[in-house]
């Protein structure tokens, strides 16, 4: 089963000195490890809050405007989609993720859609 482990922490210019570095080199590793394990799908960091557009369709009109839709001073800065045998497997995962170190893991579920490319 496929899980999103959306990681949600402070912007990264808020780290201490060096942090972000080590917290990457990391995260790079533990990848290999779950590639190992065959659970690695995929991950990726994401630039920051300030570069994002939010996009809303009201009423067939488009929205655009600067930022991330939620205001809080925790962000999402990053991911990891993993393959796990179940729930409790993927909070394993996710316990051992370098980031949960300095914010929040949410761990999701990730629903099959038929008719998808690569499904």
Do not use: W
């Amino acid at each position: 089963m496929k899980f999103m482990l959306l990681i949600h922490h402070v912007e990264e210019s808020e780290f201490p000195e060096g942090l972000g570095p080590q917290l990457l080199a990391e995260s790079v590793e533990y990848c290999h490890e779950l590639n190992r394990n065959g659970q690695y799908i995929d991950a990726a960091p994401l630039h920051p809050s300030s570069e994002t557009i939010s996009v809303t369709l009201r009423d067939g009109k488009r929205l655009v405007t600067d930022g991330p839709f939620a205001e809080t001073r925790e962000q999402i800065g990053g991911f990891f989609m993993v393959d796990a045998k179940n729930i409790e497997e993927a909070v394993e995962i996710a316990s051992r993720l370098p980031p949960a170190r300095i914010g929040t893991v949410e761990v999701r579920p990730v629903r099959f859609v038929e008719g998808l490319p690569n499904s």
